[in-house]
């Protein structure tokens, strides 16, 4: 037998942690070990290396700190697959009708193309800052009457970027994360391609409940994200008197980072009222533009605490990596634009119109639906298993989002549904309503 033991049967090998966990990497870099295969039970590979089990443990700890491995509970240790992710968006089936996608309205949009052949844009060469000084100017304008404290602002690629770059500037592998439950798609994405732990904090009509923020807080996390108005997939926004409970909840927790993913905000029927208190240090407000602006739009708006952005600034550096200096001013030139605040102003009356108009048809059919939505969709709470109703309304030509798709974690599955009521009719209203009617009694 040579000096280095040897597992006959993986080809694992070593004698420390250290050495067993570099050589089961080897193993799946090589692709010898794939995604979804098992490792030997710790008890097994000791027995074989003629090490200690507590040496493999520590091997397989490493191993799910580093990403590369997941434990199952009792079932074992087994070689991460890159994680499944649900996204807004649909493929279009033909003779259906479209009410999952989450999208806005296009005919509510701005023009893009036109508004590009009169940006003031000038092409920047490297070593220009990263942020355009007329959005960042905006951006100030804008946010320091809500915030009432020093900030910095940082862009990025959107909301579903900055919260990535939020988490991983401040958090490690395997640290727990609050989130709403039910939850925005994305943010579900991001943690579990990030190994952050999810933990669940219920929603209810004034927002993410102070008695699970509490539990959450209490139970170690180290983040918070939260969406202020607009929730998707619920619609609910806090209140004012919601905000101040949940501040004195986390005014306990000062070391927490705070996110606000304010996605809604141009076009948001509900005022702001802001969740970080102000004995929180780490905190950022995030602002993108997609939703009203247009989904091809990749910017938002950071405004965080000023330790939190030169976090982000270094992984956003001129030079590197920074956010198109054309899509910056092409924002910021569209946000300054008079015709283009009067038609957000009528894109908030429209969305209120056609939610409105859903939730009516929906009351008609004596379908219960929570008020004062906000957002691009509606939330229809079912009091029997959801994804019969979502299979058997497809295979009448209507496609909704299955609520237990925004489950925060796999065992918290949510009866609902989710329909997208951005370009919604009248028609098509009454007529949805009376579909799923007939399915509910049936």
Known sequence: M???????????EGGTAGEISESIRNLVGA????PGDSV????ELAGELGVHRNTVAAAYRLLVAAGVAETRGRRGTFVRAIPALEGEGSIARAGHVDLSSGNPDPELLPDLGAALGRTSYSAPLYGTAATDPQLEQWARA??????????AITITNGAVDAVERLLTAHLTRGDAVAIEDPCFLASVGTLRVNGFRAVPVRVDA????????????SSGVRAVVCTPRAHNPTGNSLTADRAEALGAVLADFPHVLVIED???????????????????TRWALVRSVSKFLGPDLRVAVVASDVDTGARLSTRLRAGANWVSHLQQRLTSDLLGDPDVLLQLAEARRT????????T???RARNIYVPDSMDGLNVWVPLERDSTPVVDRLASQGWLVRDGAQFAATPDRPHNALRVTASTITADRARRFAAALAKILVS
């Open 2 to 12: 040579s000096s280095v033991a040897i597992d006959q049967a993986t080809g694992i």
């Open 31 to 34: 692709g010898v070990l794939c």
């Open 40 to 43: 030997p039970p710790i008890r």
């Open 142 to 151: 804008s946010i320091e009457p809500e915030v009432h404290r020093p900030f």
């Open 206 to 217: 004034e927002g993410i409940t102070p008695d699970d923020l509490h539990r959450a807080l």
């Open 262 to 280: 304010d996605h809604f905000s141009a076009i948001s029927s509900k005022p702001y009222h802001r969740l970080a208190p102000a004995s929180t």
């Open 351 to 358: 969305y209120a119109h056609r939610r409105a108009t859903l």
């Open 360 to 362: 009516g048809a929906l």
